[in-house]
């Protein structure tokens, strides 16, 4: 981040008060900031920082009027916070997309299609018929299998590992070390205990605006023609485990080191939290919430529930069993008490 | 794949009647097949959509006989369905095991004994000392340490890295991100609270016919001439902890995410569900079935047991007990009941 | 490993008797030792094997007095076993320290400032304004990104992915495929239904003699200035995922597969068995345990708590409550008669 005053007044919208050429680097809390800091006033409990700050430059909603001598450059805004905000996401955009060209030694088959503004970083290898979009960003050490397609503007993050065929949309991010389109686990067993592998041929389609966090593993399809599939906007978190035949619906999010067994279909807008555990062949119905561990073993047809425990079943239900669970050395002497009294009434007869 | 229908008909031993020379690039259902696709018929139930199909080929049973014309080329073969099968695994065989030579920038050290038919990809590391065997598949960017030895037939995809001295027999194949030989987890308290590192001087090795997940990650042994062991025909998912010292009997099945703590031995022909964790030090029996994130705290010493659950126990005994847990706010207030009816009566009396 | 038993008497400031010359490469247990290898006498039980062993060389008490002809070369020292730990404990940090030099191709970025006795590995990258110290070893295929500053005597293991910014300590020891700095899991919610990303703008801190296993994940902090912390001596197994703005305190120890979400404050000193989940925004005191597969949804604000259970409470207590919920379908049916016997009461009245 190395802007001026003067450029951050501009990408704002805003109003400027004092020197236009402060070089700002970085943003600051108000009472700590540096001079090449940018700072933001929004809760005027924080005012009295205003006239001590060390900030280069600070912002401030517009219509605001100092009421003593301040040292910074003033930059007014409608919404300092949201000023902020929006600068934070300008500048983290602007830096995730700001390089650019092949750096060497990397390796790109000659028939791989590649659209504009493609980095490519050093030890990265691109396979035969690769597609990829515009303002794709593949960073060092990123493997790109044959007949891989990569839509525009998706992130790369150094060392993911893309097998033969998988498809990626638009505006994906995918960090280091996960992998896409590795074998499902399917072995058929033999007489004699052992077991045959079975061919794992069909592929990983990720669709647009979809996260996928790093070492987190993606298994392809059983048949050809087959595909695991990630819908629209889905967020995945690290080490998650998607099995071969997996779906993934629109705009659900998934916590970290959960693990989706073979052909379940997951609905949209779901949430999950972390280590939650699904078995295979299930339908999780669309807004399904499951807290983290949790253990699925049937499928959840009604939508928009919230289940736990091991196997999972409702929210509330399950705490009201497991404030009771907790009792349970305390409550089994009251049923041996009750016995005994029992007991003693019928001997007492 | 691309293959001509006369090919497959040859491969199949089967009996072509049509065209010899249609290109057939893919395999389809005989309802959606394209021109270039391959289609079969099993069932009778498909039998009219042999009459339509776009397929460029179609498997069906010798001595069947087509009811009406039927435009597609028709192989004859003694089971239609396994004929395919037998077909997509030659497929996957042939495509999995085509590539060779050495591509570069690639790194082999001078000592390292390499055999016939080696396929050593792009940014890939071949210490000191290594001995490989036939017909080895080494993805781009692996890292194979020194010492390492791989048997005949083995797949390693991308971004595999192996450490000093693992042992990886034939037939195996290792999915992207996996780590073999990282330093077991071993540290002894010193008196000040802080924690000295237990060298970790053993190594891993893997048997013949093993598959090992992405992103697994599988321990050396602790003491030099110690191995952490994964036998014969065992098959590890995804992102599966092995400790060091840990042993996986023959045939063994583990599913993603599974952790088998330090120096545990596991029986051969065992099957356990995802997410399970098994302490250390413990024997688990030959055919112990662990069902999905059940966590073993004791040995398991009779064969062939189901066991789930925290601590984990039969399953059959869980289910039953959890039932219960289930209905335990009504069995609390059941009991609360039977004390106020056995004090009315007492105070009755 | 190769010494003289010269060297090794040298080294272990014991006396030798028999052959200074020998060739050690290995230790080996006394019983089944070979000639190039060295054995130790600790235990008198194993006095008989000293007689008949193979070993080159064996190490003894101080002041032993062989009762027969012994064909190894023998060296005295005052502890054996002690001085094997230590030979082997300065032997494995001589083979870890021992690479130096750049190998080539790799990528250093001209602004990188680099301490002496480096090694870096082929195919590893080293981005602009990184700052290495003194005797630090990157093995292949690791990604060093922009700014990222690593101190003296770091280990850092083939195919690691360091993200800018990320600050890592002196004697640090970091695991294969493990990720530093990758985004926080951070979604903002828009009324459509689908997700906003929210900028990961903060960074990675690792303080010294730190360990990081093979596949672990540590998410960057969420705003600039902000930063996920791991602090001093802190050890973390194989596929740990620490989210964003986690502080781990000192010497804690965490095993396999356990995840702690956004926000947690981790005490000293604290150890956590393997597969753990913390929740968000938790505050763990210092010296807690938590047993495998533990689920915690509360901070634990007393310290040396032990907890189990998901959600987790005391380990004494949960295994009261466990072992009565092995018991829960006699203990209903126990309850049914008692409301039998009161009934039949109530009814012969």
Redesign the interface.
Known sequence: ?EFTSGQIALLLNGQLEGDSSVSIK???KIETASSNQLAFLSNPVYEKHLYTTQAGAVLVKKGFVPKEKVNSTLIFVDDPYASLTFL??E???LSRYSKKGI?Q?S?IDDSAIIGSDLYL???S?VGKGVNIGNNVKI???C?I?ERVSIGNNTLI???V?I?DGTVIGNDC?I???A?LG??G?G?APLAD???D?I???GTVTIED?V?I???T?I?RAT???EITLIKK?A?L???I?I?HNVVVG??T?I???T?I?GSTKIG??CMFG??V?I?GHLEIANGTQIA??A?I?KSIKEEKQRVIG??A?GFT?YF???S??????E??K??TK??L??HN??GNK
């Open positions: 981040m970085m943003v600051g934070l996401k500048y983290d955009k750096e030694p390796q970083g050093a030890f290898y960073h060092p050490q493997y299998g993050y150094p060392g590992k097998y991010i960090h280091s070390g992998v590795s074998d686990f072995f205990g052992s077991y592998t061919p794992q041929l605006q996260s966090g790093a070492n593993v298994d048949l050809p023609g906007g967020k978190d690290n080490l485990q099995a629109n705009h999010v916590a970290a080191q693990g067994s949209n807008r972390g280590q555990g078995a983290a561990q253990g073993s091991y196997p079943f239900d009201k069993s497991y009771v669970f907790k009792t349970l050395p409550l089994s009251r049923i009750l016995e009294d029992i009434k019928n």
